[in-house]
T-cell receptor
Framework: GQQVMQIPQYQHVQEGEDFTTYCNSS?????IQWYKQRPGGHPVFLIQ?????EVKKQKRLTFQFGEAKKNSSLHITATQTTDVGTYFC??????????FGTGTRLKVLA | ETGVTQSPTHLIKTRGQQVTLRCSSQ?????VSWYQQALGQGPQFIFQ???????GRGNFPPRFSGLQFPNYSSELNVNALELDDSALYLC??????????????FGPGTRLTVL
């Protein structure tokens, strides 16, 4: 079936270091969304990417959608302790459902 | 503008029982999606409701069913509960569904424990 994998599964960084999580789909995606879930919380929408090769920035966060629309990445520059949480990508293959990735849990050490 | 609310917050049931979870969508949203999130995993899509009709379904058995009401609030019903149904159940509301969905606003979830 359709799968969306994320790597790494876990990442521990020192505050101030950069962080990247990668999202890979087994099928072409119509669009992709990124969410952040704090421990004990619920997913919170970060951004949506629609176009092949699209790059979007939000302050220290940079999001990319691959040319083939099968992969995406989220890069955080100079992490802060407030960045702690699990980051999920969620893609839709064009049907009315979203497939969430396996998530990357980020821990930031002060 | 009110956010997405869910009730109850926590629930404990035994195997074989039935459960109903409730969700009120964000003001102005007519689409509700339900997800199951097991501990340490990503949310798994159960189904979506748009204007009171089921609009898409994930790989969940028929004992998972739902409803959407004219005010766009929604219910998730699970019959014949199994131990593996223990999870956080999330509902998410959004505006008109389409090929490119709008952002989904998630509720706080209902933590279901099946003993």
């Amino acid at each position: 079936g359709q799968q969306v994998m994320q790597i790494p599964q876990y990442q521990h960084v020192q505050e101030g270091e950069d962080f990247t999580t990668y999202c890979n789909s087994s099928t072409t995606l119509s669009n992709i969304q990124w969410y952040k879930q704090r421990p004990g919380g619920h997913p919170v929408f970060l951004i949506q990417l629609v176009k092949s090769g699209e790059v979007k920035k939000q302050k220290r966060l940079t999001f990319q959608f691959g040319e083939a629309k099968k992969n995406s990445s989220l890069h955080i520059t100079a992490t802060q302790t407030t960045d702690v949480g699990t980051y999920f990508c969620a893609g839709t293959p064009g049907t009315y459902k979203y497939i969430f990735g396996t998530g990357t849990r980020l821990k930031v050490l002060a | 503008e009110t956010g997405v609310t869910q009730s109850p917050t926590h629930l404990i049931k035994t195997r074989g029982q039935q459960v109903t979870l409730r969700c009120s969508s964000q003001s102005g949203h007519n689409t509700v999606s339900w997800y199951q999130q097991a501990l340490g995993q990503g949310p798994q899509f159960i189904f979506q409701y748009y204007r009171e009709e089921e609009n898409g379904r994930g790989n969940f058995p028929p004992r998972f069913s739902g409803l959407q009401f004219p005010n766009y609030s929604s219910e998730l019903n699970v019959n014949a509960l199994e131990l593996d149904d223990s999870a956080l159940y999330l509902c998410a509301s959004s505006s008109e569904p389409g090929i490119h969905w709008d952002e989904q606003f998630f509720g706080p979830g209902t933590r279901l424990t099946v003993l």
